[in-house]
C-alpha cells in the first residue's frame, strides 16, 4: 500500500446530543486481483460501527459520501 492513495477514510459514528460524530480512523484500499477490501485503522469504534466512505476529490467541499448529521 505504499504510495497508494486509499480508496476508502474509515470513520467512527458515534452519537453525541443527538448528532451523528465522524471521526477519521483509518483507511480502506480496494484488492481488485481478489474482489476485497483491506482495512487498516489506528482505533476502533467502542460502538462497533465503522463507516467506510469513498475518498473525496481534492478541493471538494462538504461532507464525504453518506455521511449524516
Do not use: C, H
Amino acid at each position: 500500500m505504499a504510495g497508494r492513495r486509499p480508496d476508502f477514510i474509515a470513520y467512527a459514528v458515534t452519537q453525541t446530543n443527538g448528532r451523528s460524530r465522524w471521526r477519521e480512523v483509518g483507511v480502506a484500499f480496494w484488492n481488485r486481483k481478489e474482489d476485497a477490501l483491506t482495512v487498516l485503522v489506528d482505533a476502533l469504534p467502542l460502538s462497533g460501527r465503522l463507516v467506510l466512505s469513498a475518498r473525496r476529490a481534492e478541493g471538494s467541499a462538504g461532507r464525504a459520501v453518506g455521511e449524516e448529521g
